[in-house]
C-alpha cells in the first residue's frame, strides 16, 4: 500500500515479515485518516529561492482554497489566490526555522468573504525533497475567534477605566462643560474616534451642547467671528433619530452635518455613531463620536452604550453637587442676614462656645490621660506576667550554662556533649521567644466580632497568668458547665478576665495572703453566659464596692491606675453588650459577667 499525498513516507517492510508489513500499513492508513480529517490546514511544502511550493495539503487546505487536494502540489501561496505578502510571511518563517532548528509560529490577517479573519501558523523544519531542496510541515489555525475575545477584552477594560476617570471627573471638575470634556475624551479613546460632541436636550426640544471635541469644531471653514454658536440647536439627522428611537445608530458612509446632525458648519465625517443620554428611562441627550478608523460596529456601539450609564450619573452627581452647594449658598446668606439680629447675643455665645471648647479640650485630654494610662497598666501586666514565665527557663539556661566549665574541668567536653546542649539551650530560647509571641497575639485587639466559646478563653488566660498565682500558693480553679459561648470580641474578652485576675492575685499579696484560692465557673443560663470570679482574698470594703468601676479609682494607692476594671466595664457593656458586676462574698470578692 502506498502513503497518501500527505502522510510521510514508511521504508517498506523486509518481504518474508508479512506481520511486520501488515502492522506499517494500518499505522500508515491511521496517520493518513488524522492527516485528511484533521480540522487544522496542514500539508508539506518546499522552499524553492523565494518560492514555497506546496508538496501536499489535507483535506481543510483544498476546503478553505475551494478545490480538491490533488490540485494544490506544485502550487505556491500566490498561485493559491493568496497575496504576494503571504507568500513573504511564510518564506520568512521557513528561513528561521533553518536559522533557528526550531518550530516557528507567525499570525496574519485575510480577508474573507465574511470578513476579515486572522490565523495562526507553524511551520517546522522536516528534511530535505528529492531535489534537495528543504523541506518543511505547516499548519494553519483560524484563531479569529480568539482574536475577537481578546479584542472584546481589552474594549471592556477600557470601558471600565473610562468608568473610573468619568465618576473621578465628577468630583474633581468645576463645572458640567469641563465634566463634558473629560466625558468626551474618554468617549473617543474607547471608540477610537477622532471627533466627539455630548448634548443636552432642553424641555423646549432643542440640542445644547455640553461638549464637542475642538480639533473637530476648529476645523470647521468659517471665520471665528462669523462662526454660529454650537450653544443650542435643533435636532436633525441622525442624532434627531436616535433621540426619537431611544436606540444607538451607526453609519459608515461619509456624512454632511445635517445628515449626521451636527452643528451646521462642522466639517463631514468619514464614519458616525450616536448613543442616547438615558435616565430612568427617559432620553435627556445624545453621545455621538465620528471618524472611526475602519468604521462603526455594533461592539463598538455597545461600548459607547455601556460608557453613556457612566456618562449619565457622573452629570447627575455633579448636578446633586451643584444644588448642595447652591442650597449652602443660600443658607449662608440668610445667616448673613440675621448676623445683624445676633450681633447683641454674640459675646456671650462666644464666651459659652470657648468655656464649651475648653471643656471638651479638658475631656479629650483626660481620654487620652486614660488611654494612655491602660496602655502603660497593660504593658507592666505583660512584662511582668512574662518575667514569671521566663524565670524558669533562664534558671535551666543558665544551669547548662554552667554546666560548660564543669564538664570541661572534668575532661568530659566532648561534641556529643556541646550538641545536646545547644539543643536544649535552643528548645528553651524558642520557648522564651513563644511566650512573647503569645502575649503579643493576647494584647492585640480584634477588629470584627466573631462567636467564640468561653472555654478557649478562660485556656488562654490561665495560661498566660498561671504562674504568678503559683509562686504565691494561690489556687487557680476553673469549671466549666456545659459549652457555653459568646459573641463578641474574643482578645479584649480575655483582657477583662486577665483584668479581675490581676485584682485578685494583688489583693493576696496586699493583704499578705499566704495561701488562697481563686474559683472560675462558666455556665449558661437562660441562654446567656454566665462566668464568675471569686477569690479568697478578703474582699471590696463595703464603701468602695459602688465605685470600683470608676475611671480613675482605685485600692491600691501609689500602685493602682484605677483604669483597667473601667476599661472592662467598657468592653463588657457597651462594645459587647452583656453586663458585669461585682460584690463580696464571706471570704472574698465575686465578679459576675453576663452575655
Not at 305 to 314: D, G, I, K
Not at 342 to 359: I, W
Not at 380 to 387: F, K, Q
Amino acid at each position: 500500500m502506498s502513503p497518501g499525498p500527505g502522510a510521510p513516507a514508511v521504508p517498506a517492510p523486509e518481504e518474508d515479515d508479512p506481520r511486520l508489513a501488515e502492522a506499517l500499513r494500518e499505522n500508515q492508513a491511521a496517520l493518513q485518516g488524522f492527516f485528511d480529517s484533521s480540522p487544522f490546514m496542514m500539508g508539506i511544502a518546499e522552499l524553492e529561492g523565494d518560492r514555497p511550493v506546496v508538496v501536499s495539503a489535507n483535506r481543510a487546505v483544498a476546503e478553505f482554497i475551494a478545490t480538491r487536494p490533488e490540485l494544490l502540489t506544485g502550487l505556491t501561496c500566490t498561485e493559491l489566490g493568496n497575496p504576494a505578502e503571504l507568500q513573504r510571511i511564510w518564506v520568512e518563517a521557513y528561513r528561521r526555522c533553518l536559522r533557528e532548528g526550531a518550530p516557528v509560529h507567525v499570525e496574519y490577517q485575510l480577508l474573507r468573504p465574511q470578513g476579515m479573519a486572522w490565523f495562526r501558523g507553524t511551520a517546522s523544519h522536516i528534511g530535505t525533497g528529492p531535489q534537495g531542496t528543504p523541506r518543511f510541515s505547516f499548519l494553519i489555525e483560524n484563531i479569529t475567534e480568539r482574536k475577537r475575545d481578546e479584542e472584546k477584552i481589552r474594549r471592556q477594560n477600557r470601558v471600565l477605566e473610562g468608568f473610573g476617570r468619568i465618576f473621578s471627573a465628577a468630583l474633581s471638575c468645576d463645572t458640567e462643560e469641563e465634566l463634558g470634556q473629560v466625558c468626551l475624551t474618554v468617549a473617543e479613546e474607547v471608540t477610537e474616534s477622532g471627533f466627539g460632541f455630548i448634548g443636552g436636550l432642553g424641555p423646549e426640544g432643542m440640542l445644547h451642547t455640553i461638549g464637542i471635541s475642538t480639533p473637530g469644531w476648529d476645523a470647521a471653514a468659517h471665520p471665528a467671528a462669523e462662526s454660529s454658536d454650537p450653544g443650542a440647536a435643533a435636532v436633525p439627522g441622525l442624532c434627531g433619530s436616535v433621540l426619537r428611537d431611544g436606540t444607538p445608530r451607526f453609519t459608515n458612509s461619509r456624512t454632511a452635518p445635517e445628515v449626521s446632525g451636527i452643528p451646521q458648519d462642522h466639517p463631514p465625517l468619514a464614519s458616525f455613531l450616536g448613543v442616547p443620554l438615558l435616565c430612568e428611562g427617559k432620553q435627556i441627550g445624545i453621545i455621538a463620536v465620528g471618524d472611526r478608523e475602519g468604521g462603526y460596529n455594533e461592539e463598538v456601539a455597545a461600548s459607547l452604550t455601556q460608557l453613556s450609564t457612566a456618562v449619565v450619573q457622573a452629570f447627575q452627581r455633579k448636578r446633586s453637587a451643584d444644588e448642595l452647594r447652591q442650597t449652602r449658598d443660600e443658607l449662608e446668606a440668610r445667616v448673613v442676614e440675621r448676623t445683624a439680629d445676633l450681633a447683641l447675643t454674640l459675646a456671650q455665645l462666644e464666651a459659652e462656645f470657648t468655656e464649651r471648647m475648653a471643656t471638651l479640650e479638658e475631656l479629650h485630654e483626660k481620654d487620652q490621660l486614660l488611654l494612655q494610662q491602660s496602655r502603660l497598666a497593660a504593658m507592666g501586666e505583660m512584662i511582668n506576667n512574662i518575667a514569671h514565665q521566663w524565670r524558669q527557663p533562664l534558671n535551666a539556661l543558665g544551669m547548662r550554662l554552667q554546666n560548660l566549665l564543669l564538664f570541661y574541668d572534668a575532661g568530659r567536653f566532648d561534641r556529643d556533649f556541646v550538641q545536646r546542649t545547644r539543643d536544649e539551650g535552643m528548645k528553651l530560647v524558642h520557648h522564651m521567644s513563644q511566650t512573647i509571641e503569645d502575649f503579643r497575639n493576647f494584647f492585640r485587639p480584634n477588629k470584627e466580632m466573631c462567636l467564640f466559646r468561653v472555654r478557649e478563653a478562660l485556656e488562654k488566660t490561665i495560661s498566660l497568668t498561671g504562674d504568678g498565682f503559683f509562686s504565691r500558693n494561690v489556687t487557680l480553679r476553673s469549671s466549666i458547665r456545659g459549652e457555653p459561648q459568646v459573641y463578641g470580641y474574643f482578645n479584649e474578652f480575655c483582657q477583662v478576665l486577665l483584668n479581675i485576675l490581676q485584682n485578685s492575685r494583688d489583693a493576696f499579696r496586699e493583704r499578705g495572703i499566704e495561701t488562697g484560692a481563686v474559683s472560675i465557673v462558666a455556665a449558661e443560663q437562660n441562654g446567656r453566659s454566665v462566668i464568675t470570679i471569686a477569690d479568697t482574698a478578703g474582699g471590696i470594703p463595703e464603701e468602695h464596692l459602688p465605685r470600683v468601676f470608676e475611671p480613675y479609682f482605685s485600692t491600691k494607692g501609689v500602685q493602682g491606675t484605677g483604669v483597667g476594671l473601667y476599661m472592662s466595664k467598657n468592653i463588657i457593656e457597651t462594645s459587647m453588650g452583656g453586663r458585669i458586676s461585682a460584690a463580696n462574698t464571706a471570704d472574698g470578692a465575686i465578679f459576675t459577667i453576663e452575655l
